[in-house]
T-cell receptor
């Protein structure tokens, strides 16, 4: 089974502060994704990456940046956190040519 | 614009009944339709998936029925069990990447 870990598991941030969410996978998957989950909205794709040192915008990229410094690591950066970014954030990975995405345990972010 | 829609938003069935969860989509280029389930305070996990080359996919008590012409699909859970109580997400993508999720159906199976 694919192993995707996220840190921190929960975080309280102040409005206007910088937040970095980290994701690490140990399965040599090429593809990595960041989703946010809000009640009533399901999961929405923020950023994704096909290869190290390259990231792509997803469906809701505004207010977020992403960084993929290596195949194993994918970070989501909120430069100026806002109240509306309170949500649960999930990282996922998948292998090239295979459909299944494996999700990490999630990070609960509360912006005050 | 919601490209993947699910109904109902919530559903309660008795143990042993068949639960039917519905999904529709707009983008005709979608070619992969997975269903993920999510238990409270856990992460989503793949349950079952289908490609448009088939109109039915079965895995134990879980069956996807797919209607390409109407852009609709449904997940049938037969002999529902309390352990099936979860939120079910229909998703769609092109070639398996960049999933677009529906808003989910919360299923409760009463014993």
């Amino acid at each position: 089974e694919a192993a995707v870990t996220q840190s921190p598991r929960s975080k309280v941030a102040v409005t206007g502060g910088k937040v970095t969410l980290s994701c690490h996978q140990t399965n040599n998957h090429d593809y990595m994704y960041w989703y946010r989950q809000d009640t009533g909205h399901g999961l929405r794709l923020i950023h994704y990456s096909y290869v190290a040192d390259s990231t792509e915008k997803g469906d809701i990229p505004d207010g977020y940046k992403a960084s993929r410094p290596s195949q194993e690591n994918f970070s989501l950066i909120l430069e100026l956190a806002s109240l509306s970014q309170t949500a649960v954030y999930f990282c996922a990975s998948s292998d090239r040519g295979k459909d299944t995405q494996y999700f990490g345990p999630g990070t609960r972010l509360l912006v005050l | 614009q919601q490209q993947v829609r699910q109904s109902p938003q919530s559903l309660t069935v008795w143990e042993g009944e068949t639960a039917i969860l519905n999904c529709s989509y707009e983008d005709s280029t979608f070619d992969y339709f997975p269903w993920y389930w999510q238990f409270p305070r856990e992460s989503p996990a793949l349950l079952i998936a289908i490609r448009p080359v088939s109109n039915k996919k079965e895995d134990g008590r879980f069956t996807i029925f797919f209607n390409k012409r109407e852009k609709k699909l449904s997940l049938h859970i037969t002999d529902s069990q309390p352990g099936d109580s979860a939120t079910y997400f229909c998703a769609a993508s092109v070639m398996g990447y960049k999933l677009t999720f529906g808003t989910g159906t919360s299923l409760l199976v009463d014993p």
